[in-house]
């Protein structure tokens, strides 16, 4: 059975269902503006948070720049030095690139200093683990301290990271503090083809050395990894 169509037209009104009314702009910047007091004190408008956003980077802009141009090392800082090391540049870096940053910052600081043809003292702590501790101990740091690479000394005193360099380098500074070192001619070490380390020429790398009266014995010429510092390298730096 079919009913029949009206043509009675119903009418629904949801009495529940809120109602919003934007007369103009003014109402939108009046809601999602942040006042402390309900209200400015003057009746003048309070800023839009698009104005508010731009003045709180305009200050973040002006903290990060006068930052920059503070002093690249601390009193204690300066005060840190490596005997020894006052005709050369000593880079404690690392060659790894587990960590991408660390790796590109290394990289950066050593063709910057690379640049100026002086007598650089390479330590990559990678290869050898004994440079790390070392590390840690002229800056009097523990073993378990977290420690950032690279760290650079300038004729033995003590610069800072790869943000220091990268700002020293920027204003000019940077080539003042090498100005005195000797000049070296640019090339690749025909020893250690440039990686500074060599096998060891007691044990040949295996860490192991024999004699007939005690047998094998751990070698104490070279690192964990079998390996002693060039001697042409390391000779022409001092």
């Not at 103009?24 to 910047?29: A, L, T």
């Not at 006068?66 to 009193?75: E, N, W």
């Not at 300038?154 to 220091?164: P, T």
């Not at 100005?179 to 070296?184: A, D, K, N, R, T």
Request: with cysteine; net charge positive.
């Amino acid at each position: 059975m079919w009913l029949r169509r009206s043509n009675t037209t119903l009418r629904v009104h949801n009495a529940s269902s809120p109602k919003f009314v934007c007369s103009s702009f003014k109402d939108i910047h009046a809601l999602i503006a942040e006042d402390d007091g309900g209200g400015s004190k003057d009746g003048l408008d309070s800023p839009s948070i698009c104005h508010r956003t731009h003045a709180v980077k305009t200050l973040l802009r002006t903290l990060s720049s006068s930052s920059a141009t503070t002093a690249p090392f601390s009193r204690n800082d300066s005060q840190i030095w490596i005997p020894g090391a006052e005709k050369t540049v000593v880079v404690y870096f690392t060659s790894l690139r587990v960590v991408r940053r660390t790796f590109d910052d290394c990289a950066a600081v050593r063709s910057i200093l690379r640049a100026f043809r002086i007598p650089i003292d390479e330590r990559d702590v990678s290869i050898d683990s004994g440079f790390m501790a070392e590390l840690q101990r002229i800056l009097g740091l523990s073993q378990k301290s977290a420690l950032t690479l690279p760290r650079v000394f300038i004729c033995g005193r003590y610069i800072g990271g790869a943000d220091e360099i990268r700002r020293l380098h920027e204003c000019g500074e940077l080539k003042k503090l090498v100005e005195g070192l000797p000049s070296v001619n640019p090339g690749t070490c025909e020893v250690c083809n440039g990686y500074a380390f060599i096998l060891c020429q007691d044990c040949n790398g295996s860490r192991k050395c024999y004699s007939h009266k005690s047998g094998f014995r751990s070698c104490t010429s070279c690192n964990e990894n079998g390996l002693i510092r060039c001697p042409s390298c390391f000779s022409s730096q001092f």
